[in-house]
């Protein structure tokens, strides 16, 4: 399995997590620029949700949320940013980290109001 498709996988079962969490997804890999996507956009009740989804086959290398950089939280920051200015009608947001271990079986971890 690729690094591509372990990350698409891990992306799909953190949407379906979402949705049976009562979340409604607005956005998937929404692009703001080179360095810039955001892997999930949702709506959790009254707060717009900028989800980044780390996933790893194995915890081998440690755990998915250790991937998320200071660098990697300023690009979804400024992706937060130009995606507010598009849509000015939400007021209350947050940024979210999902994590996706594939193996030695599926655990999906999600960390709320992540700020670095």
Do not use: W
Request: proline share 3%.
């Amino acid at each position: 399995m690729t690094n591509i498709s372990v990350g698409k996988m891990g992306e799909e079962l953190a949407v379906d997590y979402l949705i049976k969490n009562g979340y409604k997804i607005i956005e998937t890999n929404r692009r703001f620029s080179r360095f810039c996507e955001i892997d999930i956009i949702a709506v959790d009740k009254d707060t717009l949700v900028f989800a980044e989804v780390k996933t790893r086959s194995t915890d081998i290398c440690g755990r998915p949320f250790e991937a998320v950089t200071k660098s990697k939280y300023q690009h979804i920051k400024r992706g937060l940013f130009m995606y507010l200015q598009e849509n000015p009608q939400h007021k209350k947001f947050r940024i979210d980290v999902i994590s996706v271990l594939l193996k030695p079986e599926l655990k999906i971890e999600h960390l709320k109001n992540v700020s670095l």
